[in-house]
């Protein structure tokens, strides 16, 4: 995909390419007729409903990512607290067990 493209898709919100494709359709009406505006309204809905889908899926995604970092650091800070606690070597928790995890 073209850096172009990418901005449109993520970086664009959708409501400023709706207001475009409105103006796109009303001009196709002023200067081709009512099918044209008909068929570009059409196609300007359809590439609405796209690029919104596309832009709430990566919305997710970054918030899914963030509550999965936090709770990493949560469980990582509940470790090193229960070591205190219990009188443990904190720093210890970063030794390796053995067992490969990549």
Excluded: H, N
């Excluded at 899914?64 to 205190?84: F, L, S, V, Y």
């Amino acid at each position: 995909m073209s850096l172009l493209a990418e901005a449109l898709v993520y970086q664009v919100p959708w409501w400023l390419l709706a207001l475009l494709g409105v103006a796109a359709a009303l001009a196709a009406g002023w200067f081709l007729g009512l099918r044209a505006a008909l068929a570009v309204g059409l196609a300007g809905l359809v590439f609405i409903a796209g690029r919104r889908g596309a832009q709430q899926g990566w919305t997710d995604r970054e918030a899914k990512g963030e509550r999965d970092a936090q709770r990493a650091i949560d469980a990582a800070r509940g470790a090193r607290a229960a070591a205190e606690r219990d009188g443990r070597d904190a720093g210890r928790l970063r030794d390796d067990d053995g067992w490969r995890r990549d």
